[in-house]
């Protein structure tokens, strides 16, 4: 009986000492290459990073299309290795570190902070699969290697202006004393902020969940997009996110500019449908503002069955709005205000309130111009 569990014992360490050798074999073969042309070869720094990524495989479980070692495909050690694949591609993607070591250049600032972390911690690989890939665990040597390649990188390629000497190297910046801004931009960014015109219902602008009066957040668990529908995730601040090095809890923009679009067609968020239908409601509203926008969804249903209620709230804003657009108008574009006549002018106020509302009350053709008027993009140009 003895005998029989120590060959049992013995033949199952065999089998497992075969399996992590035959592993160490496979691993090396199936490993990512560089090109002899890659500028990393020459760079004994990265190659030294690159050695140990390499002979972790971090690509096993961070990169789409790998080749497999064979336990893929057995029963449990598959539903094992699938979860770990799935999750740990859901992580972080290596693909772009590995092609940056290929041509020779860094990796982004969030790439490079994410490697730090895990490696600083010693995370990675998981323990389960360091039990099979012997050969992967990184020593002491290969993770100062890591560590090393991503400070140098950092030093080089994303100089960090106003730390002192020694934290040079550190992922977290200082905060710079003045950002140059074009005021042109700025001005339209801010309009387009709170410009509802964004959404597809026209109901929501980004300060509906980023309020600048409310730290820049909905205060919500999660966010409440168009039509009340529940996102899946947490609105993060967007006060200081120009200074973030990644956009979004998974990082997946890199630049504020990547970022700006997401929301606008996000089905969730603001469901716009593409940016033509967006653009051609911003050229609509754009100088006219408040103004157009009522009567471009009013107008039509005024002319077919004007109801009472409709008559009387329509023509209460209509009369503070031609006023407004009277006033703002250049004066070429409004025929009946534009000629060169002190009288006229005098009566401007006037026909913007009485006369432009009467005319249209009973003509159908002046309710065919004004419509035109407003839905011109060139009626206000200032
Ligand atoms: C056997 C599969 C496997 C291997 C090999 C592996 N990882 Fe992972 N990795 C995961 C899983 C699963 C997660 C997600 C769970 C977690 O964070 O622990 C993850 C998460 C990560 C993250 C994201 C951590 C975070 O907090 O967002 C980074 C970065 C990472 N791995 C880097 C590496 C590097 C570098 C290597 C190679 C040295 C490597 N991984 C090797 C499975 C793997
Ligand atoms: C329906 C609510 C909602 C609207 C509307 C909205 N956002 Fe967001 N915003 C979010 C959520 C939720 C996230 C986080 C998404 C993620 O990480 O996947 C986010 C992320 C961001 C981020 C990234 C911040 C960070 O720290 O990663 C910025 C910047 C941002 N939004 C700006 C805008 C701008 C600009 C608009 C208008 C064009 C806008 N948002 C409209 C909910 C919203």
């Known amino acids: 009986m003895k005998r029989l569990i120590v060959s049992a014992v013995g033949a199952a360490l065999l089998a497992y000492g075969g399996t992590v ?71 972080f993607r290596v693909e772009p570190v590995l092609d940056a070591f290929e041509q020779g250049t860094a990796p982004t600032e969030e ?52 730390a002192a000497e020694q934290f040079a190297a550190e992922p977290i910046r200082p905060v710079p004393e003045s950002v140059e801004a074009d005021p042109a931009k700025w001005t ?4 387009l902020f709170f410009d509802k015109s964004l959404s597809g219902d026209n109901t929501l602008n980004c300060a509906s969940c980023h309020g600048l009066d409310t730290g820049g957040v909905d205060n919500l668990v999660t966010a409440t997009g168009i039509g009340g529908q529940k996102g899946p995730i ?30 606008v067609m996000n089905p969730v968020e603001m469901g716009s449908h593409n940016w033509e239908e967006v653009a051609n409601k911003l050229n609509a509203t754009r100088n006219t503002h408040r103004c157009s926008r009522l009567h471009l969804a009013q107008m039509p249903r005024l002319m077919k069955k004007p109801s009472p209620r409709l008559l009387a709230s329509l023509k209460k804003r209509w009369l503070r709005q031609m006023a407004l657009l009277m006033n703002t108008s250049k004066a070429s574009r409004m025929p009946l205000v534009s000629r060169p006549n002190a009288g006229m002018n005098a009566l401007r106020p006037l026909v913007a309130q009485v006369a432009i509302p009467a005319l249209v009350w009973v003509d159908a053709a002046w309710k065919s111009w004004v419509l035109k008027v407003i839905t011109s993009k060139t009626v206000v140009a200032s």
């Open 234 to 263: 947490n609105t993060p601040t967007v006060y200081d996110a120009y200074f973030k090095m990644a956009q979004f809890w998974n990082a997946r923009a890199t630049t504020l500019a990547e970022q700006a679009a997401g929301p």
């Open 188 to 191: 339209l960014g801010r309009k």
């Open 111 to 162: 790439q490079l902070s994410r490697i730090e972390e895990v490696i600083t911690q010693n995370r990675m690989p998981p323990n389960l699969y360091l039990m099979m890939h012997w050969h992967a665990h990184l020593s002491n040597a290969e993770r100062e290697a890591v560590l090393k390649w991503v400070q140098d990188t950092r030093r080089k390629n994303y100089n960090n202006t106003g």
């Open 21 to 91: 050798a035959y592993l160490q074999h496979f691993d090396h073969i199936t490993a990512p290459e560089l090109p002899a042309s890659s500028p990393t070869l020459k760079d004994p720094v990265a190659l030294a990073a690159f050695n140990a990524l390499r002979e972790a495989r971090c690509d096993y479980c961070h990169a789409e299309q790998r080749d497999l070692p064979f336990y893929f495909r057995v029963p449990v050690a598959k539903t094992l290795m699938e979860k770990d694949r799935a999750n740990g591609l859901r992580h």
